[in-house]
């Protein structure tokens, strides 16, 4: 296990060099160690054992919405949401040395990517090709050294896999953003009153009619801004619901502590994920 008090600590992410969340890695935490991980159950397992001190996952985009699989894996994870951070997500067209515009028949990245590039994929005519990641998609394209295929990848994949910019911030919305959460080990809640908070948690209800109606009533008598809800089956059950909720405020504020008394009374299973700083970004963007 790592010791973080005697050396950078060590960050798991998804995706290879270069990819989206190496690049929350390099703004937020600078002396920090990535760890570059396949997929996002590596991510999860690699924390989980200790070989990581923490993680950078991202949860929702702008464009395409909830990123899948998460919400499979967090809930029994048994990590816990230390803070938030929001990317402006920008992608470049890249491809070898010698090629251009014209010479690509097809893109290659992740499929999220090549939905959020429709405009100038369908505008050219290329075909698209799904890869594992944006920065792997890179990496592949570097390794084929084909000036017929390209990759739609994150400007730093460009540097570190020595590929040629063919067109910049070619995604289709200027908005598109994505949220990304730091997951810990250990539970480290922020201080109340030390500037906005986020408040996450899991609960469930019973197939009942009403119930969730009763549950989240706490919470609007008692002021609570709640900014997302989202709903799961539970072990592939239609009789049994869990919801992601997160909402503005401390558990220590009177109107939320209220509020979650009054949801524990009406559901099951309540568990805080996390107790942390909102990101700036929320109040410059209203998110």
């Given at each position: 296990m790592t010791d973080s008090s005697l050396s950078p600590p060590r960050i798991a992410y998804q995706g290879e060099r270069g990819a989206n969340s190496h690049i929350v890695c390099d703004q937020h935490y600078p002396d920090a160690e990535p760890i570059a991980c396949a997929s996002f159950e590596d991510v999860f397992a690699v924390v989980g054992a200790g070989e990581a001190d923490l993680a950078i996952i991202p949860i929702d985009n702008s464009v395409a919405g909830r990123?899948?699989?998460?919400?499979?894996?967090?809930?029994?994870?048994?990590?816990?949401?230390?803070?938030?951070?929001?990317?402006?997500?920008?992608?470049?067209?890249?491809?070898?040395?010698?090629?251009?515009?014209?010479?690509?028949?097809?893109?290659?990245?992740?499929?999220?990517?090549?939905?959020?590039?429709?405009?100038?994929?369908?505008?050219?005519?290329?075909?698209?090709?799904?890869?594992?990641?944006?920065?792997?998609?890179?990496?592949?394209?570097?390794?084929?050294?084909?000036?017929?295929?390209?990759?739609?990848?994150?400007?730093?994949?460009?540097?570190?896999?020595?590929l040629q910019v063919l067109a910049r911030d070619v995604e289709d919305e200027e908005h598109n953003t994505t949220r990304f959460l730091v997951l810990s080990r250990d539970f480290v809640q922020t201080s109340a009153g030390d500037g906005p908070v986020v408040t996450?948690?899991?609960?469930?209800?019973?197939?009942?009619?009403?119930?969730l109606y009763k549950?989240?009533?706490?919470?609007?008598?008692?002021?609570?801004?709640?900014?997302k809800l989202e709903s799961y089956m539970v072990n592939g059950k239609f009789t049994?619901?869990?919801?992601?909720?997160?909402?503005?405020?401390?558990?220590?504020?009177?109107?939320?502590?209220?509020?979650?008394?009054?949801?524990?009374?009406?559901?099951?299973?309540?568990?805080?994920?996390?107790?942390?700083?909102?990101?700036?970004?929320?109040?410059?963007?209203?998110?």
């Open positions: 990123v899948a699989d998460i919400h499979h894996f967090l809930p029994g994870s048994g990590l816990h949401i230390i803070a938030e951070h929001f990317l402006r997500i920008r992608f470049y067209l890249l491809g070898v040395p010698g090629s251009t515009m014209n010479t690509i028949k097809t893109v290659h990245s992740h499929v999220h990517a090549l939905g959020q590039c429709r405009k100038i994929i369908r505008e050219h005519g290329w075909t698209p090709v799904i890869a594992g990641d944006t920065a792997g998609a890179a990496r592949e394209i570097a390794e084929a050294a084909d000036i017929t295929q390209a990759s739609i990848s994150p400007p730093l994949a460009s540097d570190i896999y020595g996450s948690f899991l609960f469930n209800v019973r197939n009942l009619p009403a119930a549950a989240l009533g706490g919470f609007a008598t008692n002021g609570v801004n709640m900014t049994a619901t869990q919801f992601l909720a997160e909402v503005d405020g401390h558990p220590d504020d009177l109107g939320l502590s209220r509020a979650l008394e009054e949801l524990a009374f009406f559901t099951t299973d309540v568990k805080v994920l996390g107790v942390y700083p909102a990101d700036p970004f929320r109040s410059r963007a209203g998110a």
